[in-house]
Nanobody
């Protein structure tokens, strides 16, 4: 059974850092693009970052570019989202999602509908 589990969320002060992890089980991560999304209370889910199955292509939302870094370790079946210089607007539930991309190892997408599998999310709260 394909499963994604996020971890690493928590409460952090503005300017602080967190590293989120998305651990995959039940499938080989090598052929899947992974996206990170977030949803704040009363707002729609938005794409934060994505990484292709090869790791050769990444993309970021304008609001996080230069502060967040996505990476993957296929041997550990884990994708990471390093979040630095956090702001209160970064608060929300963060989800990871997977899409099989065996035929194109350099593709990822920032739109939620593109993904087939989702984790349950981890809460990130940025507040003083």
């Amino acid at each position: 059974q394909l499963q994604l589990v996020e971890s690493g969320g928590g409460l952090v002060q503005p300017g602080g850092s967190l590293r989120l992890s998305c651990a995959a089980s039940g499938f080989t991560l090598d052929y899947y693009s992974i996206g990170w999304f977030r949803q704040a209370p009363g707002k729609e889910r938005e794409g934060v970052s994505c990484i292709s199955s090869s790791g050769g292509s990444t993309n970021y939302a304008a609001s996080v570019k230069g502060r967040f870094t996505i990476s993957r370790d296929n041997a550990k079946k884990t994708v990471y989202l390093q979040m630095n210089s956090l702001k209160p607007d970064d608060t929300g539930i963060y989800f990871c999602a997977a899409k099989g991309t065996r035929t194109n190892q350099y593709m990822c997408d920032m739109r939620a509908w593109w993904y087939d599998y989702w984790g349950q999310g981890t809460q990130v709260t940025v507040s003083s």
